[in-house]
């Protein structure tokens, strides 16, 4: 059954525990590599789906899969609960579904162009605002002639498509240059090279699949293979962003719940920030701070709080702040930042505390029942109680295989959209072409000054080899409708 009551999750002179009706505020997570981020992670997510939440978590290091084995058993798990006096700590397994955008160690997860939308794209592709502008034009005519855009060789079609019409979409639309769209495939064919095309397609994710809850009333912890996702950094940050701006159009407005109807975390966070312009960091900051109310908690796993902006910092209650280390200048800055961060306890130097803490303590902070910050405590954070190690690939298989999604997502659909219309539409204007030049061929004198004219079989062989040449010369991709909070039309 769910457990309602709140989540103990250190313990110290006394206990820090999260309450549930405060875990949709938000939290983060952060501290240097190899202190004790990943076991809180999992912590948090063992606690959330015996409260009855489901949880989104991405495994980018590969070691988060054994949450769906019982654990305990490791020597630093028994002595931890042990030293903390755990008297009702019991090894456990959890419900566990696998996804991957590469479909190679879960299920497939997929969007469409259409679904994602130009901003998204835009920042994906790393275009500067004018080929974003340019991008978003192609978008919106795609939109007013009723072409669907949901593959990657949908946009890649409709960008040639408006490049070789540009003259005629200039007076209506605004000026498309030619430069803009020469970039704009260029990043298309990048894309596609960094395993963009197995990302955009249909079956599209239902969401309504993360929010599920197993037969015990345990909330389903969805697990993204991200070891290669994290590879392409653009295309990790921009799926989960994807991922946030879809929770906050779908969900219906819950209020103040007494636990969330899904937490979200988004680690590696920094990588949603580097180098987004000013207005995806205005949506970043939007979707934060509004989706609280539609029941979902977003906690960022991160090394420094300064790792994220202050305006979305500053909607983090319930924080988790293990070691950083400060040899440099610019350590110290970070240590003093996240030091400042945290409401003061007058019994710790909190700044100097942060360099002392050993793997697997903490400070934590958590909110309490009013919503304020509590006092921040120096404690070691309990341990998990599924496996530490991986799932090998054959109990990772049976995971999969065993999954009531399983077969739905591993299906791929390939209906008409853009690139099929456009090809059929080049089609049929290069056969009237052919028809018409064999008509003038055909209605030529017999004899003429000059050179003698074409015969209707040499006037179709030219015809056909201009249209040979036209073919080869266009590589069509599917497109895309909509914008981050366009929603679906």
């Not at 070789?164 to 704009?184: F, K, M, Q, W």
């Not at 902006?309 to 040899?327: E, S, W």
Request: proline residues 5%; aromatic residues 6%.
């Amino acid at each position: 059954m769910s457990d309602p009551t709140p989540m103990l999750l250190a313990r110290a002179d006394q206990d820090v525990a999260l309450l549930p009706r405060m875990a949709n505020r938000h939290g983060l997570i952060a501290g240097a590599t190899g202190t004790g981020k990943t076991v809180t992670l999992r912590l948090l997510a063992e606690g959330f789906s015996r409260m009855g939440v489901p949880v989104f978590m991405a495994d980018v290091k590969g070691d988060l899969s054994g949450l769906a084995r019982a654990g305990g058993d490791h020597p630093k798990v028994v002595e931890r609960a042990r030293q903390l006096g755990l008297e009702d700590f019991v090894a456990e397994a959890y419900p566990v579904t696998f996804w991957d955008v590469f479909g190679e160690q879960g299920h497939p997860v997929r969007t469409t162009v259409s679904d994602m939308g130009p901003l998204l794209i835009a920042r994906l592709l790393n275009l500067n605002e004018v080929q974003g502008g340019v991008l978003g034009l192609v978008f919106r005519i795609a939109d007013d002639n009723g072409l669907l855009l949901l593959d990657l060789k949908d946009l890649q079609a409709m960008v040639r498509y408006v490049g070789d019409h540009a003259g005629e979409y200039t007076t209506l639309y605004g000026n498309i240059s030619a430069a803009s769209i020469g970039a704009i495939q260029r990043r298309l064919l990048g894309l596609d090279d960094q395993g963009g095309a197995e990302f955009f397609g249909e079956p599209a994710l239902n969401l309504a699949d993360f929010m599920q809850t197993a037969d015990d009333g345990r909330g389903m912890i969805n697990i993204l293979a991200a070891s290669r996702l994290i590879l392409s950094p653009q295309l990790y940050a921009t799926f989960l962003l994807w991922l946030l701006s879809e929770l906050f159009e779908q969900l219906p407005e819950v209020g103040d719940p007494d636990k969330p109807k899904l937490v979200f975390f988004f680690d590696e966070a920094h990588l949603l920030f580097d180098e987004a312009p000013k207005v995806l960091q205005d949506k970043i900051e939007q979707v934060v701070r509004l989706i609280r109310s539609k029941g979902v908690g977003v906690y960022f796993v991160s090394q420094s709080p300064r790792d994220i902006p202050d305006d979305v910092l500053g909607q983090l209650g319930n924080r988790v702040q293990h070691a950083l280390r400060a040899f440099t200048p610019k350590d110290q800055k970070a240590v003093r930042a996240a030091a400042e961060t945290f409401r003061p306890n007058p019994r710790l130097d909190t700044a100097a505390v942060i360099t002392e803490l050993g793997v697997g303590e903490a400070l934590l902070s958590m909110l309490d029942a009013k919503g304020a910050p509590t006092r921040v405590e120096r404690a070691l954070v309990c341990p998990p109680r599924s496996r530490l190690q991986p799932l090998t690939e054959t109990e990772r298989a049976q995971v999969i295989r065993g999954s009531l999604l399983y077969g739905h997502y591993e299906r791929e659909v390939d209906r008409q959209s853009a690139y099929e219309i456009l090809q059929e539409r080049n089609r049929q204007a290069e056969a009237q072409t052919q028809q018409q030049a064999a008509a003038e061929a055909a209605q030529k004198p017999a004899v003429r000054r000059g050179r003698q004219p074409d015969n209707l079989m040499e006037a179709f062989a030219k015809s056909a080899a201009r249209t040979i040449g036209s073919q080869v010369g266009r590589s069509l991709i599917r497109g895309v409708l909509g914008s981050l909070f366009g929603g679906r039309r």
